[in-house]
């Protein structure tokens, strides 16, 4: 078993390639028109453009397409190439032509030190517009709402094992939002509660007679309360859901490799929603004060669902691992003795006498960065992965990975923000070096030297935390100015300003 996870951690750091580019999915939903105010989705190209020429100035193209940064940063040839240089680590932001990204939002991002073959993280900035979903008889519900929705959105998604999946994600998340948000254009414009069932649609099937599947009327008294929060929270939910669904689908035909963190930011109505399913994190700072928007989810956050699930389903554990956890590894000699664990009901920690079963490998071992999943991956949380398995073994797991984003609302009406109010995202390569007392101190420092009407002052922040992070380069690598390493892993960031420049309707 051993050698099983010295293959596996040594099968996680070669893995770096991209895939080659893929035709348009089938599945995607049909794009909305969005109106005059909205910025139009431009569609990520390639490095390079396709000319006519040999069968091997077609590969070496493919080649160049297979990596691919974000199209807001409107890299050139020769700024893709500085970006995926690992030596020089140059720091990428869109540039400063006049044209802002939404909120005049400042985002950094800078590939890692050799970890992988190129940049996995990817990042998404759009507003996006929805149409109310059409009834059966092809007219809206109400005519005289009949106005649509826009949705500012934001997304960092940090890929493993391969860039596909964040790179899918990232094109298409936002549509299986708006895809969600069709069927509440009107509802959420309606100040009166959400109506308990919508409208049937051709080819739903009807229960003539449901009163077979009613039970005991003392339970349904009454009817749950449902607010037009929760509804967001869970069309944007259910467009994770579908985008994980996606993947499954299109992993083969369109080779979506490995899997991504993602986290996503939704401002809708006077309402900032931010949804992580990963280990990326987001924070406000507001007034000098930290206010966390999302936690980690890692093999030890989650260590108690984990083992529930493998305690329930031993048949996912094969005979190569128990769902116990035991300060270390047992060793075969200490069969019979009396050893600290603890199950998926507990918090603390108790004694067993150890049994064959107890020498399997822990389904959770390790500690912090280094905390895996069947000794294979450290998140516990995202997109993809749907290929994954234990190394020289046929043991999936992905059905100990949860798609499903954990979702925190910030009302933005019931504070009254000043332009040095901001939402900071980062993916782990920022957290794992920084801590959000030093966010928050790099915010006061870099936004101080700014002009609040200055709209480049949130680049200027991004870059910094960029920095900050990544450290600079010395004998023994990249090193923070206390001497301690930098961050060797992609890093990106966005910072989204709550107040000042930029209106919020």
């Not at 040839?77 to 680590?89: K, S």
């Not at 400042?106 to 996995?120: C, D, F, P």
């Not at 069709?182 to 229960?207: A, F, H, N, R, Y």
């Not at 954990?406 to 801590?435: F, I, N, S």
């Amino acid at each position: 078993m051993l050698n099983r996870v010295r293959s596996a951690v040594a099968h996680l750091v070669s893995s770096g390639g991209a895939p080659p580019p893929r035709p348009k999915s089938p599945d995607l939903p049909n794009t909305a028109s969005a109106p005059p105010a909205a910025a139009p989705e431009a569609p990520r190209s390639p490095p390079g453009k396709a000319g006519s020429g040999s069968a091997a100035s077609a590969k070496a193209v493919e080649a160049r397409a297979s990596f691919s940064r974000p199209t807001f940063l409107q890299l050139s040839p020769g700024g893709l190439r500085r970006a995926d240089d690992h030596a020089g680590r140059a720091v990428q932001s869109p540039p400063d032509t006049g044209r802002r990204l939404p909120w005049s939002t400042g985002y950094a991002e800078v590939i890692n030190a050799g970890k992988s073959r190129h940049n996995e993280d990817q990042a998404c900035c759009e507003v996006v517009y929805v149409e109310g979903r059409r009834s059966v008889a092809g007219a809206l519900r109400e005519p005289s709402r009949g106005q649509g929705l826009c949705f500012y959105y934001w997304g960092l998604f940090d890929g493993h094992a391969g860039g596909g999946a964040a790179e899918m994600a990232s094109r298409l998340l936002h549509r299986h939002i708006r895809e969600q948000l069709k069927d509440l254009v009107e509802i959420l414009q309606d100040p009166s509660p959400p109506p308990l069932c919508l409208p049937s649609t051709p080819g739903s099937p009807v229960s003539t007679n449901p009163s077979h599947l009613l039970g005991p009327q003392s339970c349904w008294s009454s009817q749950k309360e449902v607010t037009h929060e929760s509804l967001v929270v869970g069309a944007i939910e259910n467009a994770f859901q579908l985008m994980d669904e996606q993947m499954a689908r299109e992993r083969r035909g369109h080779q979506v490799e490995g899997g991504c963190c993602a986290l996503v930011v939704v401002y809708l109505l006077g309402k900032v929603y931010v949804a992580n399913a990963g280990d990326s994190r987001a924070i406000i700072v507001r007034n000098g004060e930290i206010i966390p928007m999302s936690r980690e989810f890692t093999p030890e956050t989650e260590r108690q669902r984990l083992q529930l699930l493998g305690f329930l389903k031993p048949e996912l554990l094969g005979s190569e691992f128990t769902h116990l956890e035991f300060p270390r590894r047992v060793l075969p000699k200490e069969l019979g003795q009396r050893m600290l664990y603890r199950d998926q009901n507990m918090t603390g920690w108790a004694y067993k006498k150890i049994e064959l079963e107890d020498l399997r490998f822990p389904l959770v071992c390790g500690e912090g960065k280094k905390a895996r999943v069947m000794a294979t991956i450290g998140v516990t949380r995202g997109l993809g992965d749907h290929n994954l398995k234990v190394c020289s073994s046929t043991l999936p797991i992905k059905p100990f990975l949860s798609c499903f984003p954990e979702v925190r609302v910030y009302d933005l009406t019931q504070y009254e923000h000043c332009p040095d109010d901001v939402l900071v995202l980062g993916t782990d390569g920022l957290w794992d070096v920084t801590t959000d007392r030093e966010v928050a101190a790099t915010v006061d420092r870099v936004l101080s030297a700014y002009e609040p009407n200055d709209h480049s002052r949130y680049t200027a922040l991004a870059q910094a935390l960029v920095l900050g992070a990544r450290g600079s380069p010395r004998d023994r690598g990249w090193r923070l100015p206390n001497n301690k390493l930098g961050s060797g892993d992609d890093i990106s960031v966005f910072v989204i300003p709550l107040g000042g420049p930029g209106s919020y309707s």
